[in-house]
T-cell receptor, first 112, second 113 residues
Framework: GDSVTQMEGPVTLSEEAFLTINCTYT??????LFWYVQYPGEGLQLLLK?????DKGSNKGFEATYRKETTSFHLEKGSVQVSDSAVYFC???????????FGTGTRLKVLA | ETGVTQSPTHLIKTRGQQVTLRCSSQ?????VSWYQQALGQGPQFIFQ???????GRGNFPPRFSGLQFPNYSSELNVNALELDDSALYLC????????????FGSGTRLTVV
């Protein structure tokens, strides 16, 4: 079945460091891909998305490119801030289906 | 526009009891999905409602049931609670299941003792 695999955390970085969180997927169709962020005590917020191969989603300095050849959707940010500390979830949704499949999440901690 | 609101925010129940969780979808949204997020895990799809009908279901037993009302708000009911039902329950809404991404509520934290 469809699945999402994320790198295990926690990831601890100093402020202004470069961030990469790896995400790979397995899907039978042509999925849309998403990154969601969850701050402590809150629900999930959509961070960015890409709906077809080679699309780049971007928001708030975060970027991810839909790579069909490597079935990946890695999240990157050039310079992280303390306020970026949260749990990040990669997710997919296959066209014609009604559900998202989430990865297990990667906790990011940014130190001042 | 208002977002997705869920109630209550926290709940403690005893094993074997029944619980009802509520969700008000974002204005203009007609599709509601429910997810269960166990501690340290990603959300798992329970079911989705579209125009008051169940539109899909994940691998959850029948004691998990739901409703959607004409105003598109929704309820999640869980009967015969088990300890493993302890989790954060998230409601998400969208317009006609568009892949723009769902809007999630802050969740209801259910603890079964």
């Amino acid at each position: 079945g469809d699945s999402v695999t994320q790198m295990e955390g926690p990831v601890t970085l100093s402020e202004e460091a470069f961030l990469t969180i790896n995400c790979t997927y397995t899907a039978t169709g042509y999925p849309s891909l998403f990154w969601y962020v969850q701050y402590p005590g809150e629900g999930l917020q959509l961070l960015l998305k890409a709906t077809k191969a080679d699309d780049k989603g971007s928001n708030k300095g975060f970027e991810a490119t839909y790579r069909k050849e490597t079935t990946s959707f890695h999240l990157e940010k050039g310079s992280v801030q303390v306020s970026d500390s949260a749990v990040y979830f990669c997710a997919l949704s296959t066209s014609g289906t009604y559900k998202y499949i989430f990865g297990t999440g990667t906790r990011l901690k940014v130190l001042a | 526009e208002t977002g997705v609101t869920q109630s209550p925010t926290h709940l403690i129940k005893t094993r074997g009891q029944q619980v009802t969780l509520r969700c008000s979808s974002q204005s203009g949204h007609n599709t509601v999905s429910w997810y269960q997020q166990a501690l340290g895990q990603g959300p798992q799809f329970i079911f989705q409602y579209y125009r008051e009908e169940e539109n899909g279901r994940g691998n959850f037993p029948p004691r998990f049931s739901g409703l959607q009302f004409p105003n598109y708000s929704s309820e999640l009911n869980v009967n015969a609670l088990e300890l493993d039902d302890s989790a954060l329950y998230l409601c998400a809404s969208s317009f006609s299941n568009r892949e723009d991404g769902y809007t999630f509520g802050s969740g209801t934290r259910l603890t079964v003792v």
